[in-house]
């Protein structure tokens, strides 16, 4: 009689333990066989009638993801001059578009102006934005912001397929002049949005 209890929590153990993976990117760490290459992390990218798609330029390599909410993380190799990579973050999350770029001109410091410029590509809604100035950082929540970052920008892309859920937010933020030289590969990551 007993071990039927223990085998019965043990699987309702598993199933719990299976049902908490909400990260949908899966980090691949470096491989312990000798003269094996570390291979950088896979995105498990959205599936399903709701998912949108993309194609990341070559430019950007994929980063381990910090935290469940984040879809896929890029880096973009810094500038001459400029002491930080930048950053490239996609995440599907509720909140409107005006309520979203309001509290991104709060991360800097003053406020920023942004430079907001809307899109269609295909049946999505794109709205660009552009922000600069002294970055006051973003972190996850429980966690402190780090340091404010002088001649910062954040340049985003705010996805909404209407009535296919919520928005996707592409992110990049880094030091103004990586995130500049950033910007036609950027413009070609957001020509590359499409759903099935």
């Not at 153990?13 to 993976?21: E, K, V």
């Not at 429980?142 to 892309?157: D, H, S, T, V, W």
């Amino acid at each position: 009689m007993i071990s039927k209890y223990r085998t019965a929590a043990l699987l309702l153990s598993f199933i719990a333990l299976g049902g908490c993976q909400s990260n949908p990117v899966e980090a691949v760490g470096e491989s312990t066989t000798p003269g094996a290459t570390a291979k950088p992390p896979a995105i498990k990218a959205p599936t399903g009638p709701n998912a949108i798609t993309w194609t990341a330029p070559a430019s950007f390599t994929v980063a381990e993801s910090k935290g469940p909410m984040r879809i896929a993380t890029y880096k973009i190799a810094k500038a001459e001059g400029d002491a930080d990579d930048a950053e490239l973050s996609v995440t599907q999350v509720g909140g409107d578009v005006t309520s979203n770029i309001n509290r991104w001109k709060g991360k800097f410091d003053p406020a920023a102006e942004a430079e907001v410029n809307e899109r269609a590509v295909g049946d999505l809604k794109v709205t660009v934005v552009n922000l600069a100035g002294t970055f006051k950082g973003m972190a996850m929540p429980g966690a402190p912001a780090g340091g404010a970052k002088e001649n910062y920008a954040m340049l985003a892309a705010i996805v909404v397929w209407e009535g296919h859920g919520d928005p996707y937010f592409f992110k990049l933020t880094g030091p103004q002049k990586t995130v500049d030289a950033a910007r036609p590969a950027f413009e070609e990551l957001i020509g590359s949005f499409a759903h099935p």
